[in-house]
C-alpha cells in the first residue's frame, strides 16, 4: 500500500490546499447535516444499507459516524492517523459487503452537493474555482485510499486464486508432455513393429509364395505409412499445429483394406468379405467427410 505523503504528492496536495480546505470548514459546518443526511437516504435506497442498517441505533451511529468523516475533511490534520482511519473505514465496507461501485456513487454525491455549495459562496471566481479544486482533491484521495481496500482484497483473492490455477495449469502441462512422450514412443514402437510385420512378409516373397507375399507385403507397407503420417501429425501438433483426426481414420481404413487384400487372397467368398467391403465404405464415407472439414479449416 502507498504512504500518505505518497497520495498526497501524488495528487500535487499542498499546504496551500490544506489551508484553504480549514477556511472551507465553517461553510461546509453549517451544511453538514444535509451532506450527512443526503449520504444516509442514498444509503438506505441502495440494497445492501437497507438490508444491513434495520436498526435506529445503527443508522444514528452511523450517521454521526459520516459526519465525523465529512467534517474531517476540512480539519487540515492530514496526517497518519487521518489516513489510518481512511483505511479502517474502506476496510468496514469490504467487510460489510458494500459494494465499490455504491461507495464511488455515495462520493459521487457528496461531490455534487459540496461543489454547489462552494460555487455559491460570495467570492470572486478565481477563489471558488482553488476551493473547488481543493476540495475535489482531499474527496478524490479520500475515496481513493477507501478503494484500495477493495483493490487489495481483490489481490489477495486474485492472488491465492492465482496461485492454485497456476499450480493446476503447471500440472496439466507437465503431464500432457509426459503423455505426449509416451505416445511418441510408442509410435516409434509400432513403427518399428510394422516394418518388421513388412520384412516378414518380403520373407514370404523369397521363400517362394509370391501371390501372398506381394499382398501381405503391400498391406504392411501401407500400415508403415499409416504410421509415418501417424507421426508427422504428432510431430506437427507438438510444434503446435492443429490436431488432424484424419490421419486416425486412415488408420481403420488401411487396417481394413489390409484385411480384405488377405481375405481375398485366400478367394473367402464368406459374409466377412461382405462385411469388410461395407466397413470401407462406410470409413471411406468418413474420412472423405472429416477430409472435406480439414480442408475447409485449413
Ligand atoms: C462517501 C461514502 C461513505 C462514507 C464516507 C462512509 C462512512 C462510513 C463510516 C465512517 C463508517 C463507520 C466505520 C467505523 O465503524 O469505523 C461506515 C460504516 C458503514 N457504512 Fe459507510 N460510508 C460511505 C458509503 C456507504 C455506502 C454507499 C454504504 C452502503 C450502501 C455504506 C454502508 C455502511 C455500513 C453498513 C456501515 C457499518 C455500520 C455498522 O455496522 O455500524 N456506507 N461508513
Known amino acids: 500500500m502507498r504512504s500518505f505523503k505518497e497520495i498526497k504528492e501524488h495528487y500535487n496536495f499542498t499546504d496551500e490546499d490544506a489551508q484553504r480546505l480549514v477556511s472551507l470548514k465553517p461553510v461546509m459546518e453549517s451544511r453538514d447535516q444535509e ?22 441505533a445503527r ?24 489516513y489510518e482511519k481512511l483505511i479502517k473505514i474502506g476496510i468496514v465496507h469490504v467487510k460489510k459487503a458494500v459494494d465499490a461501485h455504491s461507495l464511488n456513487r455515495a462520493v459521487n454525491i457528496i461531490r455534487s ?57 503447471d500440472f496439466s502441462e507437465k503431464f500432457l ?41 503391400l498391406g504392411s507397407l501401407l500400415i ?25 481414420v486412415s488408420v481403420a481404413l488401411v487396417a481394413v483394406l489390409r484385411e480384405t487384400m488377405i481375405a481375398a487372397l485366400k478367394h473367402d467368398q464368406s459374409v466377412m468379405m461382405g462385411y469388410l467391403i461395407a466397413a470401407i465404405l462406410v470409413i471411406g464415407f468418413v474420412y472423405w467427410i472429416i477430409m472435406q472439414g480439414e480442408g475447409r479449416t485449413g
Open 177 to 217: 508432455q509426459s503423455a505426449n512422450l509416451v505416445l511418441v514412443l510408442a509410435l516409434i514402437g509400432l513403427t518399428l513393429g510394422a516394418i518388421a510385420l513388412f520384412l516378414t512378409d518380403i520373407q514370404k516373397l523369397f521363400a517362394g509364395d509370391l501371390e501372398n507375399g506381394i499382398i501381405s507385403a
Open 59 to 82: 443508522r444514528t451511529h452511523l450517521f454521526e459516524a459520516q459526519q465525523q468523516w465529512f467534517l474531517a475533511m476540512f480539519e487540515g490534520n492530514y496526517n497518519n492517523k487521518y
Open 113 to 169: 452537493l459540496c461543489v454547489d455549495i462552494l460555487y455559491t459562496q460570495k467570492k470572486p471566481a478565481e477563489e471558488i474555482l482553488a476551493d473547488i479544486l481543493s476540495f475535489e482533491k482531499i474527496l478524490d484521495m479520500n475515496l481513493d485510499v477507501m478503494t484500495s481496500s477493495y483493490i487489495e482484497e481483490e489481490i489477495r483473492n486474485y492472488s491465492s486464486l492465482y496461485r492454485i490455477k497456476s499450480a493446476l495449469v
Open 224 to 248: 508403415i505409412w499409416v504410421m509415418i503420417e501417424l507421426m508427422n501429425t504428432e510431430i506437427y501438433h507438438l510444434k503446435g499445429g492443429k490436431f488432424r483426426i484424419s490421419v486416425f
Open 35 to 56: 451532506i450527512a443526511g443526503a449520504l444516509s437516504s442514498y444509503i438506505m435506497s441502495t440494497i445492501i444499507g437497507a438490508r444491513l442498517l434495520t436498526e435506529d
